[in-house]
């Protein structure tokens, strides 16, 4: 560098001090535009193959987004002579409260990132039937699946009669630690119990209305 400045004429290795930090902040910001247009571009991708929602990509995005903004922040300070050492203790302190408040939210983005496997692993899609079971041998909560946001799935229950619509909002997080039970068509109806007794009714009624024998 110094001998680079020697090469050059006095009046403009003053501004060489200026010039030089101006051109690399100039190539960071840069960087950093390309790259946030990539990982857009990467993500709009992946959300049109994986057929993500919009509720999953705008979240995504920003995040990425706000990950970019803050690596060109620190690495446009680090340019301007900022210290190291105030860098890395900005940077532990952020982590720190992150960190705490990741803890704390740990139940909502649990669910989030659950959604984001039902999106991407597809256990099952809008439309499917299914059944979350606590055990294999005792019956679960069963439905259509309506709705799947970052937070719950939506069944709508196909035990109910046409007048009676019930829905049932599962976290997604239950959904990986049970059974889940997957129909692609209409699950099978069994025949209510009471539809059972109505038939065998009259059987009954007519054996029991038969006349003694004569003894």
């Known amino acids: 560098m110094y001998r680079f400045k020697a090469l050059i004429p006095t009046w403009a290795a003053e501004w060489m001090d200026i010039i030089v930090p101006a051109i690399q902040i100039a190539l960071i910001l840069l960087l950093s535009i390309a790259l946030h247009y990539l990982t857009r571009k990467l993500i709009n991708r992946a959300a ?28 446009i300070l680090e340019r301007l002579g900022v210290s190291a050492t105030v860098l890395w203790t900005a940077f532990s302190g952020f982590a720190a409260v992150g960190a ?8 909502v983005l649990s669910n989030f990132f659950c959604a984001l496997l039902i999106f991407t692993v597809r256990p099952y899609r809008l439309g499917d039937y299914i059944e979350v079971l606590d055990a294999l041998d005792k019956p679960g909560a069963k439905g259509r699946v309506v709705d799947i946001n970052m937070l719950y799935t939506t069944l709508e229950d196909f035990s109910a009669g046409p007048a009676h ?42 054996n029991t209305s038969l006349p003694s024998p004569a003894p």
Do not use: C, M
């Not at 705490?100 to 139940?107: D, E, I, K, R, T």
């Open 100 to 107: 705490v408040a990741f803890f704390a939210a740990w139940s």
């Open 165 to 206: 619509r019930i829905v049932l909002q599962i976290p997604n997080t239950h959904v990986f630690q049970k059974v889940v039970r997957r129909w692609t068509d209409a699950p099978p109806q069994p025949l209510p119990t009471e539809t059972v007794e109505a038939s065998e009714a009259p059987a009954v009624a007519a």
């Open 48 to 75: 049109a193959h994986y057929k993500w929602p919009l509720e999953l990509v705008v979240p995504v995005k920003g995040l990425v987004r706000w990950l970019i903004i803050g690596g060109t922040i620190l690495l």
